[in-house]
Structures are given as structure tokens and as C-alpha cells.
């Protein structure tokens, strides 16, 4: 555990709990748009039915076999075409993570990241042992060029990428850069981890094609589009992968909760689900909108932001020397909460850096959040 830094951030941000607080900080979707009922309903068949006490037993490592299929037809209806057996489920993608590094990663290993990329990514490499290396990212994602640096000179087992609407930065990658770094990761034999709990929840634009090919390994989540406490993720590898990830997986915990496993198959076999991600897509756009409008207000002048076609985050680079870790302790007096960017980076910090979340506050609550962060920049 050494070299996996606990952040000093997350005491401050256990402040956040308070009633008053406005919190910009964690990536949390809203939960009046959970569907409770729909899940109320789901848990509730999958402990009447005939298979209650199935729901309740062991099971197999892989996963549940119809939540598995459900899952690979909407990678199929996304545009890659994915078969049950190619899908493991996982408690959350964050285990997926630890379970692709346990496999892929060793003592001594470098995996090539985005810079900044996601921090329990960041720590997930490090407890594996391995050693993340940046690559340069802009407005359209990571930077080809500097992939192809890095991998001629570092080495890397795997390339780690978010493609659609980053944690942090919001960022998506195009498509012609798409193509680019899966072509550049198979011609140096690397393989490539696409993170992708955001996809569906895009606001303006067309989709883009997911990463695509023989080396990439595709991560996946209920977290955003139905409720993180589900815990409910998965991964899709190649046929050739696919029996060393089940042993790491089953050496983690044996396997996903049975019972929530099968509410999540009857759930999403009997549910609307495209009508829940467009209500979701409304009111989070609703939301992103209203922190845009109210940024250029709040800020100073020359500070620079991201405008996320999706997702969650909106990434600020504030101009001179202000260090966030510093202003995060006069916002929290301002009962105001964001995450400063530092932890985000591989390697040099940033400090003039912060994330902000759109998607757990109202637009009311949002302009008068964004007051509070005007007055504690004034200070
Ligand atoms: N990857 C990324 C990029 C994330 O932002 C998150 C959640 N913050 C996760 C993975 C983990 O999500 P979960 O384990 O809830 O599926």
C-alpha cells in the first residue's frame, strides 16, 4: 500500500455532509431520479419468485447468465458485438479495475494514462504495483502523438483511457482519434482499457463508437445510469482473456451479489430503460447548463473550462497562481464544495486546477452554489 496515497481532500470534503453545504464535489447522480419503484419491484421478484432462493445461494464467478446477456445486447446496440459469454460481471467497474490490473499489471509495470485521468484508476495501478505515465490530453481527448511517445519509450502494458466525457475533465475523445490510439496500442502490442460509465448519458451530439478490437477490454457500469449502490458493473474482453480475469475476480470476492444480480436481469428485461436515460439526459443537461451559464459570473477573468457534450464533470483551470487546495477551504466557509485537481494528475499537479459536478444540484441550487465560489475566490 505504499505507494497509494490516501488524499487529504477526502477529510475536508467530509464536511460536505452538512445540511447547508452546496456541494460541487462528488461524482454522484441525483437520487430523486432514481427509479425506487422499478427496483422496489425488481428486488421484490427476485425474492417471491421461483428463483428466490437460488437469488439467495452462490454462484457462479462470472456473473448471471441473463444480466450478462442484457448487457452484451446493449454493447451490441452500441456497436460492438458482444455475446453473454464475452461479459463479467463486477461489483461496480471500479472492481473491474482492480481485476484488469491484478491480471494485466505487475511490480514494475507502466500503464499509460490520460492526463488528468480518473484517481481511483490512479490507485487502483499503484496497489497493483505498476507505475502510470502520462499522455498529453487537449480539448479532443488524448493526445495520439504523445501515445506514441510514451509507448515507444515507456513500454506500457496497458493504455487506461476514459473516452466519453472524462472524469475529470468531461472531455470526449473523437473519432478519428479513436481509431488512432487502438491502432497505435495494437502495433506495440498493448492493451487498451476503455472506461466508459458515462456514454450514455450524452446531452448534445451523436454517440461515438466505443473502443473497438481485439485489445481492448471495455468497462461498464449500472452506477450512472441507474444507482451506484447497486454496485453493479462489468467488463467485456477477448475470448482470450477472459478465464485469467474470472480467476482474478474470483480470488476478490467469488462473485457479485446473487440477489442483486437477478433484480438488475428482471429489471432491465422489464424496463423502459432509453425512457430513463432520456429523463436523466434532460434534467442533467438542464443542470450542465445552468453551471456553464453561471460560470463566466463567478469566476475570473482568464480562467479557462471545459463544456462537457455529457457526463457529470466540468474541469476549470483558474488563471495566476491560486492554488484549489487553498480556495476549497474558503469555499467549504462559504458552505460550497469542490475537488481540487492535483489528485487527478499521474505525475506533476496542476494546483491551479478544480473539478466541478453538475448533475446532484438543482439549477437554483447551482446559481446560488456558484455565488458562494464568487465570494470565496474574492477572498
Ligand atoms: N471509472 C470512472 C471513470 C468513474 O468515474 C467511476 C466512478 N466515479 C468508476 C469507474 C467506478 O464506478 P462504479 O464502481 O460505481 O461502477
Redesign the pocket.
Known sequence: MRPVESSPIRDLLALTAHPEMISFAG?LPAPELFDLDGWRRAFDRALTGPDARRNLQYAPTEGNLALRGLVAERLTARGVPTGAEDVLVTT????A?TVVAATLLGPGAVVAVEEPT?L??LQCFRMAGARPVPVTTDEDGMVPGSLAEVLERERPSLVYL?PNF??PTGRTLTAARRLAVTELAAAHGVWVVD?D??GELRYRGEPLSPLAGEGVVS?G???KICA?GL?L?WLRAPAALMPRLVVAKQAADLHTSTVDQAAAAIYLAETDLEAHLATLRTEYRTRRDAMIAALPGAVPDGTRWTDPDGGMFIWLHLPGAVDTATLLRGALREQVAFVPGAPFFATTPDPSTMRLSFTTNTPDQIVEGMRRLARALGE
Open positions: 461524482g461496480g467497474s471500479q472492481q479495475l480518473y481511483a484508476a476514459v472524462a472524469n472506461d460509465p458515462y468497462l457500469s449500472l452506477s451506484p454496485r458493473g
